[in-house]
């Protein structure tokens, strides 16, 4: 059975994963080198794994809460802003123009996420 601080690291390291590779693609697309498919693909695949080993270390840690259904609001919001991290790596591919307002909007979201995570406000 894995233990709560374990399901913990592997949720961090989901979104240290999400975040750098958000982070990579972004800035390929302001570089103007999103035809860089070696960079590309290494971002995609980096994302797409972290955004998995986020749910599953989310999920694992909320199993082991215990909060019964429903979930509270945080919990909500916060897979809220999982969804969000996915229409992101969207948009930086689709919408490289955009790059600036998703590069802070990364920040903020997970900054909200950790906010939500800790101090649990409703
Ligand atoms: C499917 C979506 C998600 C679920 C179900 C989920 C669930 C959880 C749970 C249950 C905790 C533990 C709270 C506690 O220890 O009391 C947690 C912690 C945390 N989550 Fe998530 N989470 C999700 C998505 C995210 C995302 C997208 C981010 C950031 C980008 C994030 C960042 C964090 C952080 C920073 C912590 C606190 C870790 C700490 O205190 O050491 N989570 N999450």
């Not at 961090?12 to 498919?37: C, K, T, W, Y």
């Amino acid at each position: 059975m894995m233990s709560y601080p374990v399901f913990k690291v592997l949720h961090l390291i989901g979104v240290f994963m999400v975040l750098v590779s958000l982070g990579g693609l972004i800035v390929l697309g302001a570089a103007g080198e999103l035809n860089h498919s070696r960079w590309r693909k290494l971002a995609a695949l980096t994302n797409g794994i972290g955004l998995a080993v986020v749910f599953l270390g989310g999920f694992g840690l909320l199993g082991l809460l215990q909060l019964g259904w429903p979930w509270p609001g945080w919990i909500f919001s916060k897979m809220l802003i999982w969804l969000l991290f996915g229409v992101m790596m969207v948009l930086a591919k689709r919408a490289p123009e955009s790059g600036k307002y998703l590069w802070w909007g990364s920040l903020l979201l997970a900054g909200v996420a950790a906010y939500l995570a800790n101090l649990k406000p409703f």
